[in-house]
């Protein structure tokens, strides 16, 4: 399970990056929801306190 969930968090987060910076006006919303949920994988990992 927490390979799943940090391969997800750094799914979001290539997608994020590529989006941000390939389709800059195209996506906006798509973007900022998509680094939403990496910082809520992100903070679910810390707050589990399960180390890498």
Do not use: Q
């Amino acid at each position: 399970m927490k390979d799943l969930v940090w391969l997800i968090v750094v799914i979001l987060l290539l997608g994020w990056l590529v989006g941000y910076f390939g389709f800059r006006e195209a996506v906006g919303s798509f973007i900022h929801i998509l680094l939403i949920l990496a910082v809520i994988g992100i903070l679910y990992r810390l707050a589990t306190g399960k180390k890498l």
